[in-house]
């Protein structure tokens, strides 16, 4: 007999979780999240979790601390009220960044996130474009790391861009973006980047040629924005006759959309794994929905079926 399959929804992004219920015709989990008076986060699972397959979404962007504490606890709510299987349904991996030391004193704060999703009572991930693909070696249970490349390729696709050239913004883009280029059959062009400080970059080089080409700027995340945004302005002055910004996770930090609307790029082509404000949806912002690619993930997992046949 299969286990009863259950979707709760922390705060993180509500729209997300309600998309991804209406996907699959199953309602929303009953759960309570709120504070009380000092801070603290408070959860009750209304719904019986006895002996069932339950996923529990809840992307850790901003406020990224209180996100995070919030799906710690709905996790150790649902172990405690002795769930079969916890799917921790983590769209935006918040901390991603901090994947290695740096400089000496540093901590491997991806790492200590890890530890801590699983001893809440996590016994599966279920997460999409993570900064760094080795995050997945740092936890010691199963990670289904969905990617939205396919999703973006096929919206710019339906743009009928001639003479497209993919960029990767540095080095650790370039798997991302060949494989984008594969997609799309164009080529690909990839710029030098160097960090003095975190959220802080400068480009010093490209290898590739975007003379005459859109380029698309192919990123997990947009940040700030001053990065792309520079990436952007590089792009134009070495002959580049449009640019497209695109990306997995809208961090969007400090009203980046601000800048990004009165930046040179054209187009900035993001997917709902982070919930915008109103105001963050500026003309040239496009959002599209990771529900459906979730909702079918989920119902995989839950049937026993390939995840990695989603990506064929």
């Not at 996130?113 to 010691?140: C, K, M, Q, S, Y």
């Not at 915008?276 to 993930?297: F, H, N, R, W």
Request: hydrophobic letters at 45%; aromatic letters at 4%; one cysteine or more.
């Amino acid at each position: 007999m299969q286990q009863e399959l259950l979707i709760f929804s922390g705060r993180g992004n509500s729209k997300l979780s309600q998309d991804i219920s209406d996907r699959l015709n199953i309602p929303l989990g009953d759960a309570i999240v709120n504070e009380y008076k000092d801070g603290e986060t408070s959860v009750q699972l209304r719904s019986d979790v006895r002996g069932a397959d339950v996923y529990i979404i809840q992307p850790t962007c901003a406020p990224v601390n209180q996100n995070l504490v919030e799906l710690l606890i709905m996790l150790d709510a649902a172990k405690r009220a002795s769930a079969k299987q916890i799917t921790a349904v983590i769209p935006y991996y918040g901390y991603a960044r901090q994947e290695r030391k740096t400089a000496p004193r540093e901590p491997i704060s991806a790492k200590l996130v890890a530890n801590l999703v699983t001893v809440a009572g996590a016994n599966r991930i279920l997460t999409i474009d993570l900064h760094a693909p080795a995050i997945e070696g740092f936890f010691d249970i199963p990670v289904d790391h969905l990617r939205a490349e396919p999703l973006l390729a096929d919206r710019i696709r339906s743009l009928n861009l001639s003479n497209m050239v993919i960029v990767a913004p540095d080095e650790g883009a370039v798997d991302r973006a060949a494989k984008m280029g594969e997609r799309l059959n164009a080529p690909l062009a990839i710029l030098l980047k160097h960090r003095p400080r975190p959220d802080v970059a400068e480009v010093r080089g490209m290898v590739g040629e975007v003379r005459g080409c859109v380029a698309i700027l192919l990123d997990d995340l947009i940040s700030t924005g001053g990065t792309t945004i520079q990436a952007a302005e590089f792009l134009l002055r070495n002959g580049a006759k449009d640019v497209i910004a695109a990306a997995t996770h809208p961090v969007f930090a400090n009203i980046a959309w601000t800048r990004l609307a009165q930046s040179p790029i054209s187009h900035v082509l993001v997917t709902d794994t982070i919930p915008l404000p109103k105001e963050a949806l500026i003309d040239k912002v496009e959002v599209c929905s990771v529900a459906p690619l979730l909702a079918e993930a989920i119902l995989r997992i839950h049937q026993h079926r390939s995840v990695s046949a989603l990506f064929r």
